[in-house]
């Protein structure tokens, strides 16, 4: 599986972004799509997940009701709507794939190259 995230900038405090995620490989509906990001010094951490149909994401609790993930299966891209943004969301965001829903970071196999969400307050 091979990821490629798009859409990551410069956004000030309470803006909104749209980050993308093209996926590419065999059997997608295997899995499970999430977006993961690392702030400077600190660890990695799942923002959030969705099965490829959709029926079940789960959130972390920071970001619940600002952030939404979303799929266009026919493009077989992932999306991460970022609204109501501040400071704390300034972070490497990376697209990851795995088989299994876990909250933990580690339990996903499929990285992307991560973009850069910049709080410019």
């Known amino acids: 599986v091979e990821l490629v995230e798009s859409g990551g900038g410069l956004v000030q405090a309470g803006g909104s972004l749209r980050l993308s995620c093209a996926a590419s490989?065999?059997?997608?509906?295997?899995?499970?799509l999430t977006w993961v990001r690392q702030a400077p010094g600190k660890e990695r951490e799942l923002v959030a997940a969705s099965v490829w149909s959709g029926a079940r994401t789960d959130y972390a609790d920071s970001v619940k009701g600002r952030f939404t993930i979303s799929r266009d299966n026919a493009k077989n891209t992932v999306y991460l709507q970022l609204n109501s943004l501040n400071r704390q969301d300034t972070a490497v965001y990376y697209c990851a794939a795995g088989v299994a829903m876990s909250r933990a970071a580690g339990g996903y196999n499929y990285w992307g190259q991560g973009t850069q969400v910049t709080d410019s307050s």
């Open positions: 490989g065999r059997m997608l509906s295997r899995y499970i």
